[in-house]
């Protein structure tokens, strides 16, 4: 199950260019670069001179796969970071 | 003279009645696949299919593995070692083994991406090799 637009909210985002294509702050819209960092709310662009901090909440997020564009509504991704692959409430263990 | 005999094995009486009781409440749980009571009810068609999340964490753990050898090389460590975390953490919620690669190429102590010549040393000596990471901390493997 490779990264696909399906998987991709589940999947690992660091190392992925992306784009900010719409925020409630209009300062954070239009930064892209290549994701270095996740935490539960926010996403650590790095651009060629710096470095953002955006938040995934009320942010869409366009991901750069290698054939295609994914866009994704930054609500989806708010989650602690090795949680989100997690199917809640379905593991076997609990 | 007749005696009363008593049940010898009451528990499994009462044990077929619940199992019966399940029944009567619960027609239509399917019984072949049930590992956990409370799922896997055929009429709950508006759940999603499920993803395989092992998949996808193990697909994680390689690309953080490669990505923080990027790092290492490009000279940033500090992030090397925050994949390496996050690798650990997400082969720690899903239960997966690190491949044997990642457990040799990563410090026990400080977490960073080894790679020898940069920010290891190996030695070899008999029956093991020897990796001494920059922050001292020293591991073993035996020869293959």
Known sequence: MPLTPETLPRHELVGLDCEVVSASNPDVVGISGTVVMETTQMLTLEGADRVWHVPKDSATFAFDLSTETVLVDGDRLVARPARRTENTGDSLWR | ?144
């Open chain 2, 1 to 144: 003279m007749r005696r009363e005999v008593p049940d010898p094995f009451p528990l499994v009486k009462q044990l077929q009645g619940g199992i019966f009781w399940l029944f009567t409440k619960f027609p239509n749980y399917d019984l072949t696949s049930a590992s956990s009571f409370g799922r896997h009810f055929p009429d709950a068609d508006t759940v999603p299919p499920m993803t395989d999340e092992a998949t996808i964490a193990r697909e994680r753990i390689e690309r953080l593995q490669s990505l923080a050898r990027e790092a290492v090389q490009a000279g940033n460590e500090e992030r090397a070692r925050s994949y390496v975390r996050r690798a650990r953490r997400v082969a720690e919620r899903h239960r997966l083994r690190l491949p044997r690669s990642f457990e040799r190429s990563t410090c026990d102590a400080c977490d960073t991406y080894l790679l020898h010549g940069h920010n290891a040393r190996s030695r070899t000596q008999s029956g093991h090799v020897v990796i001494t990471c920059d922050c001292g901390s020293q591991s073993r493997y035996p020869y293959d």
